[in-house]
């Protein structure tokens, strides 16, 4: 099999207050999947696949995209290698990663998006494009075999990302010291995508797009804040080396 440089969208959250499903992404997704012919989708995220999944395929129908769930499909091996795009939605990410182990679907996934399939993930779907699920704020409602996931990338996202609130009363952990336990336990950065942000990463470069910037988490370094249009792979090192997108 020959690898390619992966290429990945990466998107925080599939729905944008004042907007509809995918609408705040529509853009970056047309321009991302270019000719694309047959995208499948993974559901495994919420209870509901039948629901999600022509949701999904709806609103792909409405770019102008074809979208089979690889739930509906008799041969999911053949439907991933015939797919020129793999769309892996959100939900919960305990779900979605069991689901994955369930149908012994990480190495085809991972293979076929090596071999050059185009990869579109949403909030959960993002996660699972990382080495874990383990920057997930999600409840642990089933377990999964194990926390390793595609390992598409060699960092974490954590999605819906929240700045913390001056001025709030609530006592509990933010956002930013959780990623800071993981920090202490674990050596990748995390990328703290807030509502509205994308990663695109093409040809080894990390693009931060959306209407909002990101907040980028390195073990021993302080956070530094990353705007749209910004590339990011200098910025996911300690040294300011260049860090590749793993292959």
């Not at 102008?64 to 499909?73: E, K, N, P």
């Not at 509990?172 to 807030?194: D, K, M, S, Y």
């Amino acid at each position: 099999m020959t690898e390619h440089p992966v290429r990945l969208l990466l998107i925080s959250n599939s729905t944008l207050y004042g907007s509809g499903y995918l609408d705040h992404a529509e853009t970056e997704i047309r321009d991302f999947l270019g000719n694309a012919k047959n995208i499948v989708f993974v559901p495994f995220a919420l209870y509901d696949r039948r629901a999600y999944s022509e949701q999904a395929r709806n609103r792909l129908q409405a770019m102008g995209y074809s979208l089979v769930s690889i739930h509906d499909v008799s041969n999911a091996n053949r439907a991933l290698k015939q797919a020129d795009a793999i769309f892996v939605g959100g939900g919960n990410t305990f779900r979605l990663l069991a689901g994955l182990y369930h149908h012994d679907l990480l190495e085809s996934i991972r293979r076929r998006v090596q071999a050059g399939a185009a990869y579109i993930g949403s909030s959960a779907g993002s996660i699972v494009a990382c080495p874990s699920l383990k920057t997930t704020k999600d409840m642990p409602i089933v377990q999964p075999p194990s926390f390793d996931a595609l390992g598409l990338v060699n960092f974490q996202i954590s999605p819906h990302y929240l700045d913390p609130d001056p001025t709030s009363k609530h006592m509990g952990e933010t956002q930013e010291e959780r990623i800071v336990q993981f920090l202490e336990e674990n050596e990748a950065p995390v990328i703290g995508l807030r509502e509205g942000v994308i990663l695109r990463i093409e040809n080894g470069e990390i693009t931060l797009k959306g209407s909002s910037g990101a907040r980028i988490f390195r073990r021993g370094c302080a956070p530094v804040e990353a705007m749209s249009g910004q590339r990011l792979n200098d910025l996911l090192t300690r040294t300011g080396s260049r860090q590749e997108v793993a292959a």
